[in-house]
């Protein structure tokens, strides 16, 4: 079945850092790809996502490009702040019966900023 | 921006209490669903429904139940709690590809 794999926490960074967070993904056809985040205490939100190949999601600072050779959705942030220390979560829209959609998440990747 | 509610946000009861944990949303959503997140941060859908009088079970086994009476409402039921159903239970609703999540509620069965 589909499925998505990211990249181990926690990340530690250094304000002002560049920050990668890998996210590859398994799926039959080409499903929607999304980054979603979750603040300590709080629900997830969306953050960015991109719909198709060669598609680039941006939102905050935040962007991440879908790659359908590499079968991968990274996603990067040129200069790391405090307030962007949470939880990341990688996500992919999945088939339901009857043409609906869920989302398949990854395990989510904790990153925390030092001043 | 997201108008989708869970109440309670804590709740700690002891093991064989019904508890019912209530989700809530204002945008006339058709589809939500909840999700469980483990410790280690994972989710896992355990509940999904297209509209009124439709429910699913999701990719984890759980045994809670839900309902779908109105379309804003979609509660979710644990009829006799067990440490083993500690966790954080997130709501969510949809009508395109993008899911709006409520706070979630953190159960701790003792």
């Known amino acids: 079945g589909n499925s998505v794999t990211q990249m181990e926490g926690p990340v530690t960074l250094s304000e002002e850092a560049f920050l990668t967070i890998n996210c590859t993904y398994t799926?039959?056809?080409?499903?929607?790809l999304f980054w979603y985040v979750q603040y300590p205490g709080e629900g997830l939100q969306l953050l960015l996502k991109?719909?198709?190949?060669?598609d680039k999601g941006s939102n905050k600072g935040f962007e991440a490009t879908y790659r359908k050779e590499t079968t991968s959705f990274h996603l990067e942030k040129g200069s790391v702040q405090v307030s962007d220390s949470a939880v990341y979560f990688c996500a992919l829209s999945d088939r339901l019966s009857g043409g609906y959609n869920k989302l398949i998440f990854g395990a989510g990747t904790r990153l925390a900023v030092h001043p | 921006e997201a108008d989708i509610y869970q109440t309670p946000r804590y709740l700690v009861i002891g093991t064989g209490k019904k508890i019912t944990l209530e989700c809530s949303q204002t945008?006339?959503?058709?589809?939500m669903y909840w999700y469980q997140q483990d410790p280690g941060m994972e989710l896992h859908l355990i509940h999904y429904?297209?509209?009124?009088?439709?429910?699913e079970k999701g990719d984890l086994s759980s045994e809670s139940t839900v309902s779908r009476i109105r379309t804003e409402h979609f509660p979710l039921t644990l009829e006799s709690a067990r440490p083993s159903h500690t966790s954080q239970y997130l709501c969510?609703?949809?009508?395109?590809?993008?899911?709006?999540f409520g706070s979630g509620t953190q159960l701790s069965v003792l």
């Open positions: 429904s297209y509209g009124v009088n439709s429910t």
């Open positions: 969510a609703s949809s009508e395109s590809e993008k899911l709006f």
């Open positions: 945008m006339g959503h058709d589809k």
């Open positions: 799926a039959t056809g080409y499903p929607s």
């Open positions: 991109a719909t198709k190949a060669d």
